[in-house]
């Protein structure tokens, strides 16, 4: 049918462009044209449409997942791969901010970029679906769940020390604010006293902990949220404070995970904050307490918290009794404590814990030591630092003797037993703090009426849009700029009609993204969030798929969001999604981040442009496994270009010739099936780069069969044609061109995914190399029980040995067990 000279070269700027619009035109990935086909729901991360738009490293993410709908379309499932953007938050408002735009504007422009360079990745979404959460459409619903949340109580206001940020000038959740750094990376955080939303994500912190254990995650994601979790197990220990007739008129409740300590306490430390340090300071050092006071609430948490900073405290002139042991502690007041977390005071052990310890050796406060080692029997009276190890107690009165871990039982049931102590269960995560004093957001949906306090907005009023203003900048004032809007601020009371004023905080961007992928499954319902029928078919997500800087917040979000919606009788699911895996990162060539600041940014608008996107698509699967970081290099993109090459080369030397399909190639048939196996299973595992490699592997065997004369089989044939179907995930457009030329009838991808016959394809267990007179001819593979005999007669069979053979005679043969045959020849 064709002649050599009638395939042109191949030449990805003029296939690629044509097939990603007749694909689309041919509405080639709209999901949910069910029939009764299985279903599978494959997503990528909710991206911001940042203005420097994709670099070819964010192919690492989106390249792969592309892969797998397009291989599970094929496989016969009804595949959503939706796209859709994260478009309300500080990244987008401070980009707008740096370029003097307005951020409808700048995500409009920044979005219509993302989608073009979607496009020329060859990525397979169904556009129909796409999302942007800074649409009224959509974050009407994000104010309807929190106005179901406040009703429950899971949403509340609450005047606290905030983290805020200078630079963003906003208020951040302490999830945005680990390290002393804001989340965007600005130094110098401070705190603010200001009223803010919370979501009360606390009240999930068991069931969020609890239920990783169902869910198929990177361990070390989940490890990093049940370290933000931090359940800790202890006890509440009751510390009476004798007033003066010596009665204990009040109690210091001290959170302590180490009963087994008790009798090595010499102190009680309060954090500045705490609600008592006023009434307990003695006359005397009531100057200093409250000068100590305001330089810690100067001062930021993150600061407080580094283990290497001096411990300072100061005296409160107060007195404490020990519940067992009835001895008076001195009470200090020491900024190593901190007000959230526990009661806000601890006992001081300086013998068994390395903070009091500092703090007792800076102010000359006694250290007795309570726990020994075994064998050793007595204790240092003066330790030259903390022991926090196991052992045995002494000093503890009837407690000696007994191991710290048994001790610690006995202990605590004394306490519990006599009314001093009950166990309680700390948790390190603190609630959300969704306020930001920002303008681009959805509007928190809350009015106050003088009359009737705070209200939420009824359903049918929603939603509270975000009134179009052009100085969306912060003032200082520590405000939300909506804060400025008369018009928008003064409103009616929805309860009594009376006047009112409007919530002015909008959320901070992590709202939408904790449920914007229930809203794919609908998004032009109108009734609700997501329409029920489309929700219960596509939920859960079957694979999502993203980066790891998301461990927690977000990841955590929106599983707490899907667990809050499940109490609300709104999901029949838990967890959102069941299945995630995170990618590598991609380096510059300089083994650096690429970073427009660096000036390493390497676009895929620019390797396309000069490899196509099918080079690109491989590349980046190939660099290495998923999960690893690679860098991206120069020969890499070549390389994957010149497999290409090679497989188009492949097809205008053999196909193109006329095939006259004779007879069978029976290596090659098992190499085949090996291969759909091979393929199928790397991407069902996700192992993309071996992906791949079998598929190079393959072409090449092909191309060597080619080069030896070997290749006018019917096997072969077959395994042309088959190779563009397991091609096409990986290199769509150079399959679907070839699939075309080759006369095939409708389009590769929506061909049935090829099957494997088990027999054929049983992996070869062994591995021999063939040499002819030192050179590496070929790689048999076999089974791992084959004779010599077998090897020796499968060797002379190979198309390649056989050609280096022709006209000569084999002198020698020398066999290797399971390594290498080498042929040593003469002349005929
Ligand atoms: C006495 C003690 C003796 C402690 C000992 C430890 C070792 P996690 O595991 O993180 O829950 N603590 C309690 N509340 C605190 C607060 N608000 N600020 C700073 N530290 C606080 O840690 C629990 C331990 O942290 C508690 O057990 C308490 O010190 C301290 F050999 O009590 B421990
Ligand atoms: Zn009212």
């Given at each position: 049918m064709y002649s050599q000279k009638s395939l042109p070269a191949y030449n990805p700027q003029a296939i690629e462009p044509k097939w990603q619009a007749q694909w689309e035109a041919d509405g080639l990935y709209l999901a949910g044209r069910a029939g009764d086909r299985p279903k599978y729901y494959c997503l990528d991360f909710f991206p911001y449409p940042s203005g420097d738009g994709l670099h070819v490293g964010h192919c690492r993410n989106y390249v792969p997942t592309d892969v797998v709908s397009r291989f599970k379309r094929m496989q016969g499932y009804d595949v959503l791969h939706?796209?859709?953007?994260?478009?309300?938050?500080?990244?987008?408002?401070?980009?707008?901010?740096?370029?003097?735009?307005?951020?409808?504007?700048?995500?409009?422009?920044?979005?219509a970029n993302f989608?073009?360079?979607?496009?020329?990745?060859?990525?397979?979404?169904?556009w129909s679906r796409e999302i942007d959460s800074s649409q009224p459409e959509f974050y009407r619903w994000t104010q309807w769940f929190f106005v179901r949340m406040y009703q429950r109580g899971l949403a509340y206001r609450d005047t606290n020390l905030q983290w805020w940020c200078p630079t963003c000038q906003t208020t951040l959740s302490s999830h945005e604010a680990v390290g002393g750094v804001c989340w965007r990376g600005h130094t110098g955080i401070t705190r603010r006293e200001i009223p803010a939303w919370y979501l009360k994500i606390t009240a999930y912190a068991d069931e969020l902990l609890n239920s990783l254990e169902e869910i198929s995650w990177p361990?070390?994601?989940k490890s990093m949220q049940r370290n933000w979790i931090g359940r800790s197990e202890g006890v509440n220990i009751h510390f009476g404070v004798p007033d003066?007739?010596?009665?204990?008129?009040?109690?210091?409740?001290?959170?302590?995970?180490?009963?087994?300590?008790?009798?090595?306490?010499?102190?009680?430390?309060?954090a500045p904050e705490h609600e008592w340090v006023e009434q307990l300071t003695q006359e005397a050092h009531i100057a200093e307490v409250q000068s100590y006071r305001d330089q810690a609430a100067r001062m930021g948490e993150v600061a407080r918290m580094v283990e290497s900073r001096e411990k300072t405290g100061v005296f409160t002139g107060g007195y404490a009794i020990h519940p067992l042991s009835g001895e008076r502690l001195p009470i200090w007041v020491a900024d190593y404590v901190l007000p959230g977390y526990g009661t806000g005071a601890v006992m001081g052990v300086p013998a068994h814990d390395m903070r009091d310890f500092e703090f007792a050796k800076r102010y000359h406060l006694p250290v007795r030591v309570v726990i020994v080692a075994p064998g050793i029997g007595t204790a240092d009276e003066q330790p030259q630092q903390a022991d926090t190890g196991d052992g045995y107690l002494v000093n503890s009165g009837e407690f000696n003797g007994l191991s710290n871990q048994e001790a610690a039982l006995r202990i605590t049931e004394r306490l519990v037993n006599s009314g001093l102590g009950e166990p309680a269960v700390q948790y390190h995560m603190r609630d959300w703090l969704i306020s930001r004093q920002r303008y681009w957001g959805t509007p928190i949906p809350i009015v106050y009426c003088s009359q009737c306090g705070e209200v939420p907005v009824p359903e049918e009023q929603l939603p509270v849009l975000l009134p179009e203003i052009d100085d969306f900048r912060p003032d200082?004032?520590?405000?939300?700029?909506?804060?400025?809007?008369?018009?928008?601020?003064?409103?009616?009371?929805?309860?009594?009609?009376?006047?009112?004023?409007?919530?002015?905080?909008?959320m901070g961007g992590f709202a939408c993204s904790s449920w914007y992928f229930l809203r794919f499954t609908s998004p032009y319902y109108h009734e609700g969030p997501y329409e029920e029928q489309a929700m219960r078919y596509w939920m859960p997500v079957d694979l999502y798929v993203g980066g790891a800087e998301h461990a927690v917040l977000h990841l955590l979000y929106a599983r707490f969001w899907t667990q809050v919606l499940a109490d609300l009788d709104l999901l029949p699911f838990r967890e959102p999604f069941p299945r995630l895996l995170n990618q590598g990162q991609m380096l510059a060539p300089d083994g650096q981040r690429m970073s427009k600041s660096r000036g390493n940014v390497i676009t895929p608008d620019r390797i396309v442009e000069a490899y196509g996107a099918d080079a690109l698509r491989v590349y980046v699967m190939f660099m290495a496994p998923f999960e690893q970081d690679a860098d991206w290099t120069a020969e890499g993109i070549n390389g994957a270009r010149r497999f290409l090459n090679r497989t188009w080369a492949l097809y205008r030397d053999t196909y193109f010739q006329g095939i006259e399909s004779q007879g069978r190639d029976a290596e090659l048939e098992r190499w085949l099936h090996r291969t759909i196996r091979q393929v199928t299973e790397r991407i069902e595992s996700f192992r993309l780069n071996t992906l791949i490699s079998a598929l190079m592997e393959f072409s090449n065997a092909l191309g060597e069969r080619h080069r030896a004369g070997a290749w006018r089989t019917q096997t072969f044939h077959q395994a042309l044609e088959t190779l563009l179907c397991l091609l096409a995930p990986a290199a769509p457009h150079l399959a679907e061109e070839l699939w075309q030329l080759t006369g095939h009838e409708g389009s590769v991808h929506t061909q049935v995914w090829p099957a494997w016959d088990r027999e054929l394809a049983r992996e070869a267990q062994m591995r021999v190399a063939v040499q002819v007179d030192g050179k590496l001819r070929a790689v048999l593979e076999l089974a791992l029980d084959a004779s010599e005999e077998n090897i020796r007669q499968t060797a002379l069979e190979h198309p390649r040995v056989a050609q280096h053979l022709a006209e000569r005679k084999i002198i020698r043969a020398v066999y290797i067990p399971g390594k290498v045959l080498n042929l040593v020849t003469g002349d005929a």
């Open positions: 939706p796209m859709g953007w994260d478009a309300f938050g500080e990244p987008t408002e401070q980009y707008a901010q740096r370029h003097n735009i307005h951020p409808r504007q700048s995500t409009d422009q920044n979005t989608r073009r360079q979607f496009r020329i990745i060859g990525a397979s979404y169904d361990e070390h994601i003066k007739q010596g009665i204990a008129s009040r109690q210091i409740t001290v959170f302590t995970t180490r009963t087994d300590t008790l009798y090595g306490a010499t102190f009680l430390v309060l200082g004032s520590g405000r939300s700029p909506l804060a400025r809007l008369e018009s928008f601020v003064n409103t009616t009371c929805p309860r009594c009609n009376g006047p009112a004023q409007r919530e002015t905080d909008t």
